[in-house]
């Protein structure tokens, strides 16, 4: 008996603009390999991922590099006792040999008296993630539109590093419960830091279709921020007005994920979200919620248990909400999966995919008009949580500091250290801005769409030499 047709080995998919395997392809090989395992339940996930990266750094392209990956995995169940394994070699054999090392690996482990059962077949929404045009990106494209960014750098004598990358993905996860689902999906990122002998500025873009990204024009703002924040000058630390760009408010936000918004969190007893269900916790204009369908927030309708994605809010209008579930924590807490579960190991649990922070009316400009005296901060590094159930977290600002004085931008400044509780942001938030932009931030698609915000007594606590 002839097995599926297998994906091409040439390091490309079949055509240009196509899905990496297409999902008659994919479903054939998830077939096969429920068929090959004689385990009592298996589960088996598909994912291949055709990625391209063109990089440069002083101002010229130094890599062009581009990897087409097929992973296949396999879990089985055994009464309480659970196995998996993994390969990246899709002949009948391997996924045969795939499926008898995940049954084996069962038979050894210790019985799991809180595993889940395999998600039983589902209707799913389906979600427009698959643009051809990035799919089909080539090396030359990237380079014809990182050029201008390169070019206008050298001229302004300043140095431009970063990447532009493309990747399309297909996902397929099959059970021998009936479940089947499946989607194609891209991802378009550029990012830029120009330099000066003391200064920096950066951008960073996230979208589906390649050709939603202009690099020339985000080449020009990175450039201008550096341009900008020559000679930076130090203020004393202390509590300020700071206007926080997308990406620093998205890497604030993004904290929150962990930190109570998913129920693993809560079980462990470290979430802010502990018994304050319907309680004001924050700001009353803050509302952060999951959102898979937003078509901003790179979604996908099922996570990787296969279980429907939904719609989670977690803040409404300052009062805490509900967490996101997987299977593992549903049933522990008598309640159904979200859809949120995450990759194994999952040690963090289910965590929300497509955060969306709700936005405002107000531009930048606005609120830097608004202001007599503080910062704008371009973005934030080096973060981490400080104590997760009061969301203090700690970082450094990077690349585009600046001081505002009497409604202008009148200087750079040198980096500052902060430490403030995220949710203590929301609630001093003053002005929430009309410039939502996602950033994902890791390759499973976790994902934040955020505002920029006008925040009142931002908490720095120190000043770097740079």
């Not at 799913?124 to 643009?131: C, E, G, K, N, R």
């Not at 999906?185 to 951008?203: K, N």
């Not at 279709?209 to 630390?237: F, N, Q, T, W, Y």
């Not at 509302?287 to 939904?310: K, L, M, N, Q």
Request: glycine share 10%; with cysteine; hydrophobic share 40%.
């Amino acid at each position: 008996m002839s097995g599926p047709v297998r994906p091409s080995a040439a390091g490309a998919p079949a055509s240009p603009g196509a899905p990496p395997l297409p999902l008659e392809q994919a479903r054939l090989i998830l077939e096969e390999t429920l068929a090959a395992s004689a385990a009592e339940h298996t589960e088996a996930v598909l994912e291949a991922r055709h990625h391209s990266l063109t990089r440069f750094a002083n101002n010229e392209i130094h890599q062009n590099v581009t990897s087409l990956d097929h992973v296949l995995t396999v879990r089985v169940q055994v009464g309480r006792r659970a196995g998996s394994s993994t390969t990246n070699r899709l002949d009948s054999t391997s996924l045969r040999q795939a499926a008898e090392r995940a049954l084996t690996l069962a038979r050894l482990s210790p019985e799991d008296p809180g595993m889940p059962e395999f998600a039983p077949p589902a209707e799913y929404t389906p979600l427009d993630a698959f643009a051809p045009a990035t799919a089909a990106s080539t090396p030359e494209e990237r380079a014809s539109s990182v050029g201008p960014v390169m070019r206008a750098a050298r001229a302004a004598g300043l140095n431009a590093a970063g990447a532009f990358s493309t990747e399309a993905t297909t996902i397929a996860i099959a059970n021998t419960g009936g479940l089947y689902a499946c989607q194609s999906e891209t991802h378009a990122q550029f990012t830029c830091t120009v330099r000066g002998p003391d200064s920096s500025g950066w951008v960073d873009r996230h979208r589906r279709d390649v050709r939603d990204i202009d690099c020339a024009a985000l080449g020009e703002i990175a450039a201008g921020k550096a341009a900008r924040s020559k000679a930076p000058g130090a203020i004393e630390p202390g509590p300020i007005t700071v206007i926080l760009e997308p990406s620093a408010v998205a890497e604030l936000i993004a904290f929150l994920a962990d930190s109570g918004l998913g129920a693993q969190a809560g079980i462990e007893g470290r979430s802010f979200m502990q018994d304050q269900a319907g309680r004001l916790i924050t700001g009353e204009h803050a509302t952060v919620s999951d959102e898979p369908y937003d078509p901003r927030a790179f979604g996908r309708p099922f996570d990787i248990e296969g279980t429907p994605r939904r719609r989670v809010v977690g803040i409404e209008r300052g009062v805490a909400g509900d967490v996101v579930h997987d299977r593992r924590t549903a049933l522990k807490l008598g309640t159904r999966s979200t859809g949120h579960a995450t990759p194994a190991p999952s040690t963090d649990g289910p965590l929300p995919f497509s955060l969306v922070l709700a936005g405002g009316d107000q531009s930048v400009e606005q609120m830097i008009a608004s202001t007599e005296r503080g910062v704008l901060v371009t973005r934030f590094w080096y973060c981490r949580v400080v104590d997760s159930k009061k969301t203090l977290v700690t970082g450094m600002t990077r690349d585009g500091t600046f001081l505002i004085e009497r409604g202008r931008v009148t200087r750079g400044l040198r980096n500052l250290r902060f430490n403030d509780s995220v949710l203590g942001v929301l609630e001093r938030a003053e002005g929430f801005g009309n410039d939502a932009e996602p950033t994902v931030f890791d390759y499973i698609g976790n994902c934040v769409v955020a505002p920029s915000l006008k925040v009142r007594d931002f908490r720095f606590t120190g000043v770097s030499p740079f």
